[in-house]
């Protein structure tokens, strides 16, 4: 009996003793090994929004295809105090209070007489919807709009004129028509592009 109580202690001792060896190597190897370091997710941060370039001139000239009109621009203005606008008889004519011809927003407002020298060719009989126009500038650009609409105005509605500034690129042109050219015949053309 002494015997099996001294074979259980020493196997029980054995079995201590190699458990604590294996914590000690155990324990010491972890030194021995690099440590892991954790991986840091690459992050990538998006490029600072640029602002779309916006391409922009005074108009200078004006071009309707399937017609005749390929006419210089000169400056018109509008006098608030005689409630009147600059008009030539010979000449179209950019409306200065107008946005210049650009690819971000506003109207380009053109106007003219209906007569034979400036925008006849379209005062009586109007272009198809679809009609390019061309709109050369000071700054060597052609802007490319496409008819979209055509709408008579009263000479007294002036709602064409609100917010000049506002909406998307377009190009209003502007001319008189009807047997006593009482209308006020807007051509309505949306930006197509520049060149």
Request: hydrophobic residues 40%; glycine residues 6%.
């Amino acid at each position: 009996m002494l015997r099996k109580i001294r074979f259980v202690a020493s196997i029980s001792l054995l079995y201590i003793l190699t458990i604590g060896t294996m914590a000690g190597i155990l324990q010491s190897s972890r030194f021995l090994v690099p440590p892991v370091h954790a991986v840091q997710p690459v992050v990538r941060r998006p490029k600072p929004l640029q602002a779309p370039v916006v391409i922009s001139g005074k108009p200078i000239r004006i071009s309707i295809d399937g017609t005749s009109i390929d006419l210089p621009l000169i400056d018109g203005s509008y006098d608030p105090d005689t409630d009147s606008w600059t008009l030539s008889k010979t000449e179209a004519q950019f409306a200065t209070i107008s946005s210049p011809a650009n690819t971000r927003q506003g109207t380009t407002f053109i106007y003219g007489h209906g007569t034979d020298a400036v925008f006849g060719a379209i005062s009586q009989t109007h272009p198809p919807i679809g009609t390019l126009a061309h709109v050369s500038t000071d700054t060597g650009r052609t802007f490319n709009y496409v008819l979209s609409n055509i709408h008579d105005y009263t000479p007294t509605d002036t709602s064409i004129l609100d917010d000049l500034a506002d909406g998307p690129p377009r190009l209003v042109v502007q001319t008189c028509s009807g047997v006593f050219s009482q209308w006020r015949t807007m051509f309505i053309f949306t930006y197509a592009s520049v060149q």
